[in-house]
């Protein structure tokens, strides 16, 4: 029973393409987020959604849109492909509001451009 | 094994030794802090957390040290074994964001 779950796992494209990343979580949390993780293993924050609401937007190209239809879903669609665009994307979800609780991990999606 | 300083890239330790991942958060108002262990292939997994209000915080083979003065934390790692190979990161929690130091990979040594 996977709390949160990304799909693709893979996605090889080539420059110039969109592409869309989906991720659900089942764990009843009010807050999702989108990191990328570069080759350096380092994890940087690039969205963040607190009840289907646009919270935090790190300086992150336009080119990327994030969209929350529910508080479950947060899927982040990529227009016009770049090469620098390739890493490993993780969607996330914790719970803000009250006690605070760790933030939970998907699989990651592998974004190879080429 | 210890790693020092703001960041340290690698941590080689021998089976059943301590280690001691360190790791340095830039926000004084962050409240909530986490040990996450990454695997190979794998997304980052709950080690341990700790709140603003607690200095130190046991868990089973791991300990969670917080020093807000100087804005440090670390995670000791009792009788390393060779499953805790992966990447280590700490994480701060200020608001809605969760933002996360660069990772220390620990490898443990037979």
């Known amino acids: 029973d996977t709390a949160v779950s990304q799909t693709p796992k893979y996605l090889v494209t080539q420059m110039g393409n969109d592409k869309s990343i989906k991720c659900e979580q089942n764990?009843?949390?009010?807050?999702m987020y989108w990191y990328k993780q570069d080759s350096k293993k380092f994890l940087k924050i690039m969205f963040s959604?607190?009840?289907?609401?646009?919270?935090i937007n790190e300086t992150v190209p336009n080119r990327f849109s994030p969209k929350s239809p529910d508080k479950a879903h947060l899927n982040l669609h990529i227009n016009s492909l770049e090469l620098g665009d390739s890493a490993v994307y993780f969607c996330?979800?914790?719970?803000?509001?009250?006690?605070?609780?760790?933030?939970?991990f998907g699989q990651g999606t592998r974004l190879t451009v080429v | 094994g210890e790693s020092v300083g703001l960041h340290l890239p690698t941590l080689s330790v021998q089976e059943g030794d301590n280690s001691i991942i360190n790791c340095a958060y830039s926000?004084?108002?962050?409240?909530?802090f986490i040990w996450y262990k990454q695997e190979s292939g794998k997304g980052p997994q709950f080690i341990i957390d700790?709140?603003?209000?607690?200095d130190k915080r046991q868990g089973q083979r791991v300990t969670v040290l917080l020093n807000k003065t100087v804005k440090h934390l670390s995670l000791q790692i009792a009788a390393t074994q060779p499953g805790d190979s992966a990447v280590y990161f700490c994480?701060?929690?200020?608001?809605?964001?969760?933002?996360f130091g660069a990772g220390t990979t620990v490898t443990v040594r037979a």
């Open positions: 996330a979800s914790s719970q803000m509001g009250g006690m605070n609780t760790e933030a939970f």
């Open positions: 764990l009843g949390h009010d807050t």
């Open positions: 959604y607190n009840n289907k609401e646009l919270i």
């Open positions: 926000n004084s108002a962050s409240d909530y």
């Open positions: 700790i709140r603003s209000n607690m």
């Open positions: 994480a701060e929690k200020n608001d809605y964001k969760l933002s």
